[in-house]
């Protein structure tokens, strides 16, 4: 446990019914009790958000000959984020959920871990 220490990152999004500073302290309160070690700067992990131009595909492929498992994961941008689309979104995502566990875990069996 003492080098997962060592190494530690943290990070934390608190929602719920709290104030800015309640969320500051619960999260100084962690830091307290985890005492993780400073990282350098290059090992802080970078948030990068990338604008594809309309039209491109990004696709990447990454094989693993010892395992036959296997996943697909698609990421569609939508534009600036708003209430509106955010609603219609969660909307979406909450009706095509059934069918896609259906097709994809009851008709073609492909595995536990199916979602939309």
């Known amino acids: 446990i003492k080098q997962i220490h060592q190494q530690l990152y943290v990070e934390g999004l608190l929602q ?7 969320a500051c302290d619960m999260m100084n309160r962690l830091v307290d009790r985890l005492k993780p070690a400073p990282l350098m700067l290059s090992q802080v992990p970078q948030r990068r958000i990338i604008k594809v131009p309309k039209g491109i ?12 498992n296997s996943v ?5 941008q939508v534009g600036l984020e708003n209430a509106r689309e955010n609603f ?12 896609v566990y259906h097709q ?11 979602f939309s």
Do not use: K, P
């Open 72 to 76: 697909i994961e698609n990421y569609y």
């Open 16 to 22: 719920g019914n709290m104030t800015s500073e309640e």
């Open 88 to 99: 219609l979104l969660d909307l979406f995502a909450q009706y095509i959920q059934d069918h």
């Open 57 to 68: 595909t990004i696709y990447n492929s990454v094989s693993n000959n010892s395992d036959v």
């Open 104 to 114: 994809l875990r009851t008709i073609q069996q492909l595995g536990y871990l199916v």
